[in-house]
């Protein structure tokens, strides 16, 4: 699918520290980024940016998250406070993710059910 086609404005922003609610900017407030990205450093759940999920639907249920050429589904939780959970620790361990490694999320679809990200690690994998 064309990433360009079916993806929504929005600034980057960055979850540094073990709390995975506390989000620091990564670009101005007057730069845009198309597609919408946030990178979160690996603690023992996934929470999704708060700046990102103003674009994804309310009632949102499932992702596809793409890496390395494969496709991961994993099922969000419903409500403002958005994660991964059924499916997301099945795509740490076959990517040999650890703790403290970052991971960029890149939204290039969404629809009122489902989103798809694509992800790129980054640690001593």
């Not at 759940?45 to 103003?54: D, P, Q, T």
């Not at 406070?81 to 795509?91: C, D, H, N, S, Y």
Request: with cysteine.
């Amino acid at each position: 699918m064309d990433s360009s086609s079916s993806t929504k404005r929005a600034l980057s922003y960055s979850s540094t520290s073990s709390d995975a609610l506390s989000y620091s900017s990564t670009s101005s407030d007057n730069e845009e980024e198309n597609p919408p990205t946030f990178e979160v450093v690996m603690t023992d759940s996934c929470y999704i940016s708060r700046k990102i999920c103003k674009h994804l639907p309310p009632i949102l249920e499932y992702a596809f998250l793409h890496h390395r050429g494969k496709e991961w589904y994993v099922n969000m939780s419903v409500g403002d406070q958005k994660r991964f959970k059924v499916g997301w620790r099945l795509f740490v361990l076959e990517n040999f993710i650890s703790r403290a490694f970052v991971v960029k999320f890149t939204l290039v679809d969404v629809s009122p059910l489902r989103a798809i990200f694509n992800v790129q690690v980054k640690g001593d994998g």
